[in-house]
């Protein structure tokens, strides 16, 4: 199966359009450093929609960025660094209020511990008034991720007015539901995430997430709620044990690719970044479930995110070839 062919109506070209927010983070250089000790950081550009645009560049596709930025250092920085990565900036909104957001991160035993320094931060600021109906028009995709649900509510409006500007013109939706642990129990939230799904012809949940929009444990019955939802397209990521992409009535499975993981940060975002360059691509389901896996798993193999982690393409498709990636059923 071709992907295009789940997507009739679509158009045929055009770049994809990410909306978000831009943070840096501070990850520490030492294995085991706790938020509360002395250490030396790496200070890195990320935020979940600034490492899809950029992996999507990277993965060979046209690119621009929909966001907020301050007028601050940092800002200055994390525009900088997403414009040398290929991304366009030029929907970018320079804020006169506000600085981007900052997050320090530690690796605790039972994962990684964020702690966020973004409230009332310029890129959760995004407002309906920001968007440009013309450029989204002009897209292919629009992705977004579903944490900008819960910054604010000016964001939320944001994203659904994004999100019905491109219906209007039949660009794809792409949508990553990026489930905070700290929403897992809001029920108000987790519609707010079902709402989003329903307007989505793409989405790549992890399997802990699918399991907390659909209610459901089991994988089959799993993709069939999701895609009773909306989406044509389902990419279930499943940590280890790879990814599973299913549309149509047809499932393809990529296995785990045994690697020493480093830093799991920005695996799903680039993961979802490939899932879009497939569609792009027309590649068939087996050749998405293959590639998308690879790129999140060279992601896994790098600590930081933008400009450190992100796989090229020639990487990707080395890993493809590779006896480590083989394609294998669930």
Known sequence: MRLMNLFPQ??????????????????PTQ??????????????????????ACAAAALGAQCGFVG?????????????????????????????????????IEYLPEGRNY???????????????????????????????????ELNETMREACFAAVEMARRHDVLIS???????ELSGDSGAIERLRRMTSYADIIKPTLEEARLLTGEHEIPAILQRLHGMGPRL??????????????AGEEAAAPGIDVPVVDPTGAGDSFAAALCRCVQRNSTLEEAARFCNCVGTLVCTRR????????????????????????AGR
């Open 10 to 27: 679509a158009k045929r070209t055009g770049r994809i359009l990410v909306l978000g927010e831009l943070l840096l983070d501070f990850i």
């Open 31 to 52: 294995s085991g450093m706790r938020l509360c000790e002395p250490g030396t950081v790496v200070k890195t550009v990320s935020g979940s929609a600034g490492i899809f």
């Open 68 to 104: 907020r930025v301050g007028k601050d250092p940092f800002s200055r920085l994390a525009v900088q660094t997403v414009a040398q990565a290929g991304v366009d900036i030029s929907l970018v909104v320079e804020s006169e209020e506000g600085q981007i957001g900052l997050a320090f």
């Open 115 to 149: 702690q966020y320094y973004r409230s009332q931060s310029a890129g959760s600021r995004l407002c309906a008034g920001d968007l440009d109906e013309k450029a989204i028009a002009q897209a292919q995709i629009l992705h977004l991720p579903g944490m900008l649900l």
């Open 175 to 181: 949508f990553d539901p990026n489930i905070r642990k």
């Open 234 to 247: 389902v990419a279930v990521s499943r940590d280890k044990q790879g990814a599973l992409l299913s549309a």
């Open 304 to 327: 930081g995110a933008i400009g450190m982690a992100i796989p090229s393409l020639a990487e990707a498709e080395a890993l493809m070839r590779s006896p480590l990636c083989t394609v």
